[in-house]
């Protein structure tokens, strides 16, 4: 019986390690997807205009006056799937770094995302890119954007036949107010 009292003791105490340990990871990746900071777009152009191309970071504008800024987002393509995850949905959000590395890979794992429409939660990425703006000190911002839209249901979808006539009676859907018909192709 002691033996047994002692087996599940250590199966408890396993069990404990590792939800703790898993606990502290989820911990530590909201730490890493945190934002080091939330600026206006003011201050966003004075730091790019003063930040060093070799520095891995990441601004992110959101609504109009809003930036985030992520930090070593060239490191880890982990890092940069959850941000793109954690970002607000039907938003269009841009983001600006002066590191190439970051830009390149930010910006082929978006282009990559969209050209395997990928799903997000019920989300696809569309993205595009803006050429670099070159400031008189010689450095160049890297400016692209995406949005995540909501993907059509497949309900919606339906059959679709070349040519179709529809006879219907009331208001509802289209705002149509009074008896149509309709043909279509």
Known sequence: MRKFFICIMLLICCFSFSALAKEKKQVEEKNILS???????????????????????????????????????????????QLI?????????????????????????????????????????????????KLENGTQIYRFWFMKIRREKASRRGVHFPIGIGIGIGGGHHHHHGPWIGVGW
């Open 35 to 81: 934002p080091s900071a939330v600026i206006t777009v003011d201050e966003m152009e004075q730091r790019l205009s003063e930040t060093e191309s070799s520095e891995d970071l990441l601004y992110v504008k959101l609504k109009d006056a809003e930036v985030e800024i992520y930090r070593d987002m060239g490191k880890s393509r982990s890092l940069r799937k």
């Open 85 to 133: 995850l954690s970002l607000p949905n039907t938003e269009m959000l841009r983001l600006y770094t002066t590191n190439k590395a970051v830009y390149e890979q930010m910006s082929k794992m978006l282009l990559d995302y969209e050209s395997d429409n990928a799903n997000f939660d019920g989300y696809k990425i569309i993205t595009d890119v803006d050429k670099p703006r």
